[in-house]
T-cell receptor
Framework: GQQVMQIPQYQHVQEGEDFTTYCNSS?????IQWYKQRPGGHPVFLIQ?????EVKKQKRLTFQFGEAKKNSSLHITATQTTDVGTYFC????????????FGTGTQLKVEL | KAGVTQTPRYLIKTRGQQVTLSCSPI?????VSWYQQTPGQGLQFLFE???????NKGNFPGRFSGRQFSNSRSEMNVSTLELGDSALYLC??????????FGQGTRLTVV
């Protein structure tokens, strides 16, 4: 079945450092989405990427979708303590309805 | 717009019992999906309902079932509970583009 892997599993940074998480799907995706889950919370939608090679920015966050539509990355510039949480990528396949296959997640901790 | 509402927020059940969880999607969303989240397995897809029909199903045993009503509200049922069913159960309603909005979840503990 479809698998989505994410690395790293954990990342511990000092405030102000950059952070990147990478996502790789075993199958071609129709789109990829990114979610953030704070400790004790629920996943919250960040972005959806649909086009091959697409790059989108949200303030300090930059999202990329690979040319083959099988991988993606999320880069945070100059992390802040408010960035703490687990970041998940989630892929959708054509014909799969709204089923999301989630990556394993990257837990980000930010120290002052 | 009100968000996705899940009830109850917390449940403690005994092995062998059954449980029903409820989800009210965002008004206008016809798609409701359910996910199980555990520390060991992460977020796993259970099933998706669209206009009262199950459109997709994950790899869970038949003890896990669901349904959707004409007002798009959804329920999921787990019968013959096992200790391993302890998890956070998340409901998500989706837009036509597939963007998912999650509820706060139901924390199920099986003892």
């Amino acid at each position: 079945g479809q698998q989505v892997m994410q690395i790293p599993q954990y990342q511990h940074v000092q405030e102000g450092e950059d952070f990147t998480t990478y996502c790789n799907s075993s199958t071609t995706l129709s789109n990829i989405q990114w979610y953030k889950q704070r400790p004790g919370g629920h996943p919250v939608f960040l972005i959806q990427l649909v086009k091959s090679g697409e790059v989108k920015k949200q303030k300090r966050l930059t999202f990329q979708f690979g040319e083959a539509k099988k991988n993606s990355s999320l880069h945070i510039t100059a992390t802040q303590t408010t960035d703490v949480g687990t970041y998940f990528c989630a892929g959708q396949r054509a014909g799969g309805g709204n089923k999301l296959t989630f990556g394993t997640g990257t837990q980000l901790k930010v120290e002052l | 717009k009100a968000g996705v509402t899940q009830t109850p927020r917390y449940l403690i059940k005994t092995r062998g019992q059954q449980v029903t969880l409820s989800c009210s999607p965002i008004s206008g969303h016809r798609s409701v999906s359910w996910y199980q989240q555990t520390p060991g397995q992460g977020l796993q897809f259970l099933f998706e309902y669209f206009s009262e029909t199950q459109r997709n199903k994950g790899n869970f045993p038949g003890r896990f079932s669901g349904r959707q009503f004409s007002n798009s509200r959804s329920e999921m049922n787990v019968s013959t509970l096992e200790l391993g069913d302890s998890a956070l159960y998340l409901c998500a309603s989706s837009t036509e583009t597939g963007r998912a909005f999650f509820g706060q979840g139901t924390r199920l503990t099986v003892v």
